[in-house]
């Protein structure tokens, strides 16, 4: 290592940060931020905008009372967060962290639409000296073979000698109030030694977890895609233990606390894998794989086992429907829940949808309920109706799809018709449940 990689950086510059993007990464990270900083939030949604000036964060990420907190009117104060859709609002900023999502299309290829985007956003305002951080889910070489490039190409700089960038990989946990940004630790990087030592003293400033300076921006970028590929494949092994206990009558939950008794055992559950991370993680990494001539067998695998779940599971309640002499075809059933995971109200990716479909095409009528959920966002994304209210009817089959504290509280049998089916997708019910994934 060189001497400048051995020494604490200290941040002895007019600090003000640009957060592109204010969804479920930018705007926590923004928040943090403002407690020490001046800080201007951008984000081309202004319903999306206009919601967080008047203290109100639909994402429920951030409280609207710690949001209020660092709220301020003017983008030239000292610290504290400023939300604008004005790009020239961002003009005096010399730290650019860009948060907008990397999906996939509709062919589960990596779609980078968002980030050159907002690169080319970026690179119309930037300037000598300013460091341009990506936290977006990327494989390795993309912020320096595909965003440098457009940042150089629109602002006329040189990467590297006029402006710098870095890479710190966001692990947001939506809709967990206990891991919140500041307490999980953070992987930064740099372009040059010394421009990750200040990528490292800037986020080490805000986050009490602490940093981790990877040695180049391609590991923190590879580090970042691998974290959640690691989650997918360990909860395909589980997803498939669970068709296969099914099959024998043995209940996988209780296959799984048993094993669990052992010290090195990993805790993980059956259940459909969607949301913007885990379900899109590894096609970045696969994709890549591919262009260096390498077919990735074990991480494809874990994707289509994963992908397959939702019809599985539609197909287990059907089957336990048949059992139960419940008429399937006309048969009315309630979804708990639309959102890809509990307590959040984040439909990106769900496989609640996957479920959804393969019991329409059973005949079944599906009402589903879900109190955090946007109808329009799921209306539009999915052409399904939504209400967001305790239907008054009962039902023939009643699915617990997603465990927001809401539906643990449920009396479910004032839902139930005499003979009705209780299915658990989330293993959360215990005894009440007819059956459980």
Request: a negative charge; charged letters at 25%; glycine letters at 6%.
């Amino acid at each position: 290592m060189t001497e400048i990689d051995k020494k604490e950086y200290k941040l002895i510059e007019n600090i003000k940060i640009a957060i592109v993007g204010l969804g479920y990464v930018g705007l926590p990270l923004a928040r943090l931020f403002a407690t020490k900083y001046s800080v201007i939030g951008f984000d081309i949604n202004e319903s999306r905008v206009v919601s967080l000036k008047s203290g109100t964060d639909t994402t429920l990420e951030v409280d609207d009372v710690t949001l209020q907190k660092v709220l301020v009117e003017n983008p030239n104060t000292e610290k504290g967060l400023y939300c604008t859709t004005a790009l020239n609002d961002l003009a005096d900023c010399n730290y650019f962290i860009i948060t907008v999502p990397t999906p996939v299309d509709k062919n589960n290829r990596p779609d980078l639409t968002p980030l050159y985007k907002s690169s080319e956003s970026v690179g119309k305002i930037l300037k000598k000296g300013d460091i341009v951080i990506y936290e977006s889910t990327v494989y390795p070489g993309v912020t320096e073979e595909q965003c440098v490039p457009v940042l150089e190409k629109v602002s006329g700089l040189k990467f590297n000698e006029d402006f710098y960038a870095g890479y710190s990989p966001e692990r947001i946990n939506p809709g967990d109030k206990e891991h919140t940004v500041e307490k999980i630790l953070k992987v930064t990087s740099g372009s040059t030694p010394e421009i990750g030592l200040k990528v490292d003293a800037l986020y080490k400033s805000v986050i009490t977890a602490g940093t981790h300076l990877a040695p180049s921006i391609k590991v923190a970028e590879a580090a970042k895609v691998i974290e959640n590929s690691q989650r997918d494949i360990n909860i395909a092994f589980v997803n498939e233990l669970a068709k296969i206990f099914n099959l024998m009558n043995i209940d996988t939950q209780e296959v799984l606390a048993a094993a669990a008794t052992k010290w090195n055992f990993l805790p993980f559950k059956p259940g459909l894998v969607g949301g913007h991370c885990i379900g899109v993680d590894p096609y970045y990494l696969a994709q890549r794989a591919q262009e260096f001539g390498y077919h990735p067998e074990i991480i494809l695998a874990g994707r289509r086992l994963n992908d397959s779940m939702g019809e599985y599971v539609a197909s287990q309640i059907v089957k336990l429907m048949i059992k139960k002499g419940i008429s399937v075809n006309g048969a009315n059933l309630l979804m708990l829940g639309i959102t890809f995971k509990e307590n959040c109200p984040d439909v990106r990716n769900t496989k609640i949808v996957d479920v959804v479909k393969s019991l329409k095409e059973y005949g079944i009528v599906v009402t589903i309920f879900d109190p955090l959920a946007n109808a329009n966002d799921v209306k539009k994304e999915y052409n399904l109706v939504t209400i967001d209210a305790v239907p008054d009817n009962k039902f023939d089959a009643i699915v617990l799809g997603v465990s927001h504290k809401e539906f643990l509280e449920l009396n479910f049998s004032e839902l139930q018709k005499e003979n009705s089916l209780l299915y658990d997708v989330k293993g959360v019910l215990g005894s009440i449940a007819d059956n459980r994934l």
